[in-house]
């Protein structure tokens, strides 16, 4: 079974660009989660997707937004980059019953410069 | 000061070693999650805690959940180089299942063969 899978692993982009980060979570998992590792800063919830719908953002500013596709694959979008936007984004996915637990990915490394 | 910590922040052990991570919750915990990262890399789910008292294995790795300290403990049993990474615990707060966990900001185990 294939795990989460995104795209593109590392990216470096210039201070005021804008990003699109990819992710397809493992088939059957119709949740998708968003969180960025920041050094010093620990793993931040950004947003989670499911069925198609935004269901919950964390404590992050409006230029950071997603959707969902109906193939339940996922992209994180990233307005007036900053460069405190550098991290690790990392992409989970869950079948969507309460307990499951997350599946993650192994991250897309985005600079900011 | 920060709602799940976790203790050490970083540990250096003899190969064949036990050790003890802890993990420390500040609100009342309806689940527990723990997992593993390699430097710069995705997330691995070890083991998920639910009630108070319960208590977990898989290979080498044992977690407890103790419900009144509203904490957590990992313990490596004859640690190996393979067990050397970051071990992140991630705390439900909501009851509803891994949506939007909250993590701690890991601690970093290196095993010297």
């Known amino acids: 079974e294939a795990g989460v899978t995104q795209s593109p692993t590392h990216l470096i982009k210039t201070r005021g660009q804008q990003v699109t980060l990819r992710c397809s979570p493992i088939?059957?998992?119709?949740?998708v989660y968003w969180y960025q590792q920041a050094l010093g800063l620990g793993l931040q919830f950004l947003l989670w997707y499911d069925e198609g719908e935004e269901r919950n953002r964390g404590n992050f500013p409006p230029r950071f937004s997603g959707r969902q596709f109906p193939n339940y694959s996922s992209e994180l979008n990233v307005n007036a980059l900053e460069l405190e936007d550098s991290a690790l984004y990392l992409c989970?996915?869950?079948?969507?019953?309460?307990?499951?637990?997350?599946?993650f990915g192994n991250g897309t490394r985005l600079t900011v410069t | 000061s920060q709602e799940l910590e976790q203790s050490p922040q970083s540990l250096i052990v003899q190969e064949g070693k036990n050790l003890t991570i802890n993990c420390t919750s500040s609100?009342?915990?309806?689940?527990l999650y723990w997992y593993k990262q390699k430097y710069g890399e995705g997330l691995i789910f070890l083991m998920m805690?639910?009630?108070?008292?319960e208590e977990k294995s898989h290979e080498k790795i044992t977690a407890k959940l103790d419900e009144k300290k509203q904490q957590s403990s990992l313990h490596i049993t004859a640690s190996q180089p393979s067990h050397a990474g970051i071990y992140l615990c991630g705390a439900d707060y909501s009851g509803a299942g891994s949506y939007q966990l909250t993590f701690g900001k890991g601690t970093k185990l290196s095993v010297i063969p």
């Open positions: 989970a996915s869950s079948s969507g019953q309460g307990n499951s637990p997350l599946h």
């Open positions: 088939s059957g998992h119709t949740s």
């Open positions: 609100k009342t915990l309806y689940g």
């Open positions: 805690l639910q009630k108070g008292g």
